[in-house]
């Protein structure tokens, strides 16, 4: 199996409804093949529930889509045991958590108890209900949306549940001409309706365990560790990355690599990833907002302190 292939024919599939934003698109794939889970932070309107949508067709993976509320309960999420009379015992049913690609749409929205319920399936791939385990699919994938400018009657996402989202990504606007495409391609009917899936179930099962086989040198460690810990004592970040977020990097690395068609890693390859991984990790000090400084910023500033060293296939 060719992942190359595979991401290409992912790419073009979900670009049929969401113009000009393979970057995007590919890093939504990254994140799935290194089991992790996506935050989607963009303006309304900006195509983040289309994008998940077309995404899971594509996989031919089971989508379902939670509105998140202030009144939404963790036992809509996750289900609950109900005491059935013809069996004089308590029977469970399963929530809305118990698919394949979950969309928390506006993930923000609801109060802090209902986020948490997503903690232990994010990190272990399992609810625990009543006392009993219930296992979550292999597949079991989390794309979460937030609006970042609109905040009366939302609930800010605390630390531990960031953590657990290997990647933020923003889609954006699209540029001019992708946005004239866009409305040319809605004038009969939305396009997501012509979607079908164009991976079978074993490439997809293929996806998620490929990077087992690539190679990453102890220099490219070296790097990302160099780059998280320059986050733990920067003087503007009152809290730098985790180490669940080293592991981010070099599995995103890893799965870009085999995107590229290598079967090691290079730097080049971490730090692509690297803004992803680490922009809603970081926390920055309030004398650091007062100067108006950004995350965005403090991040480039460890790339310019942080050399990219030089790998050669053949030391691998």
Do not use: C, W
């Not at 780059?227 to 669940?244: D, F, Q």
């Not at 090691?264 to 309030?286: G, N």
Request: hydrophobic content about 40%; cysteine-free.
């Amino acid at each position: 199996m060719n992942v190359e292939d595979m991401k290409n024919k992912i790419i073009n599939n979900v670009s049929g409804v969401i113009f000009g934003k393979s970057k995007v698109i590919e890093n939504l794939m990254i994140s799935f093949m290194i089991g992790g889970h996506v935050l989607l932070e963009d303006v309304p309107g900006t195509g983040k529930t289309i994008l998940a949508r077309a995404f899971a067709i594509s996989l031919g993976l089971n989508f379902t889509r939670v509105q998140f509320t202030p009144d939404l309960l963790p036992t809509d999420l996750t289900g609950l045991s109900v005491y059935n009379k013809e069996k004089g015992e308590f029977v469970f049913r399963p929530g809305p958590i118990f698919t394949d690609i979950l969309l928390a749409d506006e993930i923000n929205r609801a109060t802090p108890k209902t986020q948490s319920a997503l903690l232990e399936a994010m990190a272990e791939n399992q609810v625990t209900i009543d006392g009993i385990t219930h296992k979550l699919d292999d597949n079991f994938f989390v794309i979460a949306t937030q609006n970042p400018i609109e905040y009366e009657g939302t609930f800010p996402l605390p630390e531990a549940q960031l953590d657990r989202f290997a990647f933020t990504l923003k889609i954006g606007y699209p540029d001019r001409e992708m946005e004239v495409d866009m409305l040319t391609s809605q004038m009969d009917h939305h396009p997501i309706r012509d979607i079908k899936a164009v991976l079978e179930e074993d490439e997809v099962i293929f996806l998620r365990n490929a990077i087992k086989d690539v190679k990453v040198d102890d220099t490219v460690k070296e790097y990302i560790i160099s780059l998280i810990s320059h986050t733990r004592v920067n003087k503007e970040l009152y809290l730098g990355a985790s180490p669940r977020a080293s592991l981010n990097l070099m599995k995103g690395g890893m799965a870009k690599a085999l995107l590229s068609g290598r079967d090691y890693v290079i730097p080049d390859d971490v730090k692509s990833v690297a803004k992803e991984v680490l922009y809603h990790r970081l926390i920055l000090t309030s004398e650091a907002r007062v100067r108006l400084r950004k995350v965005e910023d403090v991040v480039e500033d460890i790339f310019d302190e942080v050399p990219l060293p030089v790998v050669k296939k053949d030391e691998i």
